[in-house]
């Protein structure tokens, strides 16, 4: 079956650490993106990727960072310096141009 | 960056009522695009539809595009309780990556 894997499901920080939320897919899809959910806000994007190795930053990048070593994995690592983390954060991925499919999303709360 | 903007925010509606949400942009678009969101879970796509389509239907599903006034319209015919969830729609520019408005939340009572 082909998807988009999120893992955890839930997930704590303490103040001052780093996290990393996990986006796996099996679609093929060149392109994945990280998106942030607040209540009343919609999604807003935090990086996208469009091909292994290139990242861009999406509107709220500051406080996060990405990697895309391989075209499966689009990995967000929620730094410290980012201040209100508490959010619902979803992954997802397209063929270009085409619509996205989206994971279930991590819920981060801090400690 | 340009957001599509839903109306109403919110919905509540009787089961077999007919649903109608509205969708507004700022500038030209390439397609636009109509997501579901069930509580606490990932997006799903609905329908998309391009700058040179008016209408498209899915099930019970019609989505209308009127670029002259940058709006579109979904509606769900004969709603049920399971609709009940949120409703996005996206715009894409041209760049390939679609901007998100703030939804539309239904309630379907049974």
């Known amino acids: 079956d082909g998807g988009i894997t999120q893992s955890p499901k839930y997930l704590f920080r303490k103040e001052g650490q780093n996290v990393t939320l996990s986006c796996e897919q099996n679609?093929?899809?060149?392109?994945m993106y990280w998106y942030r959910q607040d209540p009343g806000q919609g999604l807003r994007l935090i990086y996208y990727?469009?091909?292994?190795?290139?990242?861009q930053k999406g509107d709220i990048a500051e406080g996060y960072s990405v990697s895309r070593e391989k075209k499966e994995s689009f990995p967000l690592t929620v730094t410290s310096a980012q201040k209100n983390p508490t959010a619902f954060y979803l992954c997802?991925?397209?063929?270009?141009?085409?619509?996205?499919?989206f994971g279930d999303g991590t819920r981060l709360s801090i400690l | 960056s340009q957001q599509g903007e839903e109306d109403p925010q919110a919905l509540s509606i009787q089961e077999g009522e007919n649903a109608t949400m509205n969708c507004s942009y700022k500038?030209?678009?390439?397609?636009l695009q109509w997501y579901r969101q069930n509580s606490g879970r990932g997006l799903v796509h609905l329908i998309l539809?391009?700058?040179?389509?008016r209408e498209k239907h899915s099930g019970r599903l019609r989505v209308t595009l009127d670029t002259s006034k940058k709006s579109s319209s979904l509606l769900i015919t004969a709603s049920r309780a399971a609709d009940t969830a949120s409703y996005f729609c996206?715009?894409?520019?041209?760049?390939?990556?679609?901007?998100f408005g703030r939804g539309t939340s239904l309630i379907v009572h049974p």
């Open positions: 539809i391009r700058s040179n389509e």
């Open positions: 679609l093929n899809h060149d392109a």
């Open positions: 997802a991925s397209s063929i270009r141009g085409q619509p996205q499919h």
């Open positions: 996206a715009t894409d520019e041209g760049s390939y990556i679609p901007t």
């Open positions: 500038t030209s678009i390439n397609n």
């Open positions: 990727s469009q091909i292994v190795n290139d990242f």
